[in-house]
């Protein structure tokens, strides 16, 4: 990284640790929804972006992570910061599950990206019909007016907000570490070419492995936040296809494979999504949104097929390039 | 020196509105008189996405609840701030933000419980008052929230009053079905609708015995093995709990089968009572019963409100959905003349002592409890009489006979 780049993400972070001083409570709320979509982006960014393997089904993590979390504080009074540890176990033992079926069975492209989605809607109709997590009906948390616990992540928006920012902050500087390891860089070989790479001795089992644990693990914490901030979870919403394509989003727009790439892309998508949002009430017409976003990400993709952020960094001069 | 009045394009303006105003109807100048400086409510519904079509039906509703509120000479005016939730909770959540931040002083919505639920942690936390139009989910009062009022029954409550109407109706016919078969979608709604219907068939003591639960895919194309399988328990009665277009295939597939039993019933789900349900059906989506909240057709706010919403929506069936969200409206409109404040505190506060005779749906004063519950809201069995969902039950507020055991499919009554 350049001295630009330090510099110029120095100033963003700042600006970012300052942002509840200088916004009102609508503008934190959509930089709260840019900095998780960042971070969803960032975890399906290792499978995705860094080890080449397609999963449209990563709401099955973040929704396992959730429900998991919230059922323990919900009947047990355990708090999310313990929960978080069985959250993160269940999501990985999905992930391994997933990944073994698929990699063990050499099942690729298309091919795995069904077994992701169909293990989503298997979970989800199994939760549909549990009464632990709620059924059907939800899961709710109880919310407490006034309170700021972050032990138990009950409180307002602002302690929501930095939490965020520290978990999308972390994935950041640990997909950074990870791309220089040793680790990252055979991932990017069975990107490019897994039989090659099995060829020159890279265990390509055991490397997709990490990766979609690795995956899974992050997306679960996704999850916990998710559950604590909204405080409900309803199986069709916590496992939809459409909460999955959702996290693809921000880094295919953004640059996949890249360290921004997930950040650049949450905040085009959210900010795009809230424009057309304006756009629609002001005209009072629905649906609007929907057509605007959809031309509008197709323009991106016609025009900036490897993402905007490695086009933005060339021409400021910090020179991330899609590893 | 010229003595020449300027007369601008400004002052013409002002000078329409001026006497605008000094024109305006009697009742509409008493109406912007007495109202409290603008009231402005937030409308969120899910107008786009998967619940855009119920939003929108919601949406009607409140569109005309300002000329039904001229109509009954309440003089309040509300400023209505339209928002698309989208069917997210997340975007429900920024919208309920954006919308405080534009000044809102209530906030009305959502239809659905877990946008409802994202858009009360907001209200409370601004501490500005919500009023669910509709969501059944019991834990959006059962959380503590002090800005929280909903004007709808929870699920136990919709499923506890199709039960009791059952007992009425079979009582009113003088006949009772001995066996019924359950025939419900496999969504999230059929599912939790099967769950609390099972729960609770025990404790109501109910003449008739369940033979039968089949579900079926919420993509289904074709219910022929379920309605043969359903044929073949020979029961009294279908209960089916379904959308639109399960409940059009099961009425065509009952035809097919030649199945008539003696009434085909729902404990509270949509589809059989839709506009669109029964155009398509015609005659064989006649005397099928809906147990469902209805509008009171009795009332002369409801016949107010059917009015203005066919001269405004002539296409569009006012429904429960649109009835509900009026409801909203006029509950924040009374609200705000009992308040005569728009400040938050007062305006809570006039929520919980509030007792509104006069509204739409059947039931009685809208009160709420100390959760901020409506517990006065009452079931109504709706049976499709003439392509129209008429009120039969309770009787007070029938418009018309019920008719049970409904008619064959080849009987002449179905014309």
Known sequence: MNVRAVAGLSILLALLLAAPLLLGGYWLSVLILVLYFAYVGQAWNIMMGFAGQLSLGHALYAGLGGYVAAGLYTHYGIGPWM??????????AAGAIVGYLGFRFSLAGVYFALLTIAFGEFTRIGFDNWDWAGGSGGMF??????V?????????TVMFYYVILAMAAGAFLLCRYLLESRLGRYWLAIREDAEAAQAVGVPVLWCKMLAVTLSAALTALAGVWNAFYYNNLF??????????????????????GTLFGPFVGAVVLTGLGELFTDLSDQFHVSGLKQI???????????YRPAGIWPWIATRLGFEEKRK | MTNRIKFTRRSFGRAVAGASLLSAPMPLRYALGQAPAAVKVALLLPTSGGQAQIGQACKRGADVANLVFADMKLPVKLEIMNYDTETKPDVARTQAEKAIEAG????????????????AQVAEQRGVPFIVNIAAAPQLTEQGYKFIVRNFPTAPMLIGGAFELHKEIFKAAGQTPKTAVLLSINDTFGTSMIGGIKAMFPKFKMPYEIVETISYDAATKDLSVEIAKAKATKADMLMPVCRLNDAKLMIQEMVKQRWEPMIVMNPGSPGLYEQDFLKTMGKYGDYHISNVPWLDPKSAMTKS??????????????????????????????????????????????????????????????QFDAKGQNVNIAASAIQNLKRKPT?????????????????????????
């Open chain 2, 391 to 415: 009120v039969v039950m309770p009787k007070a507020s029938a418009e018309a006979d019920l008719v049970f055991p409904m008619p064959g499919w080849a009987d002449k009554r179905r014309t």
């Open chain 2, 104 to 119: 809102a002083n209530m906030l009305v919505g959502a239809f659905d419980s877990g946008q409802s639920i994202a858009i």
């Open chain 1, 235 to 256: 199986p069709e919403t916590a496992f939809a296809v459409g909460r999955s394509i959702e996290m693809t989003l921000s880094p295919i727009i953004g640059g996949l």
């Open chain 1, 141 to 146: 948390l109880k919310v407490e007016r006034g």
């Open chain 2, 305 to 366: 409100l059917e009015k203005h919403h066919l001269a405004k929506f002539p296409n569009d069936q006012l429904d429960l959905n649109g009835g509900f969200t009026f409801e909203a409206m006029l509950i924040a409109a009374q609200a705000c003349l009992s308040a005569k404040s728009t400040k938050s505190d007062a305006l809570m506060s006039a929520l919980r002592g509030l007792k509104v005779d006069q509204h739409v749906m059947i039931g009685g004063p809208i």
């Open chain 1, 83 to 92: 929960g978080v540890f069985a959250a993160v176990g269940a999501a990985v």
């Open chain 1, 292 to 302: 605007f976003y959809g031309l509008a990400l197709l323009i991106i993709v016609m």
């Open chain 1, 148 to 156: 700021s616990d972050l032990a138990n992540l009950r409180g307002g």
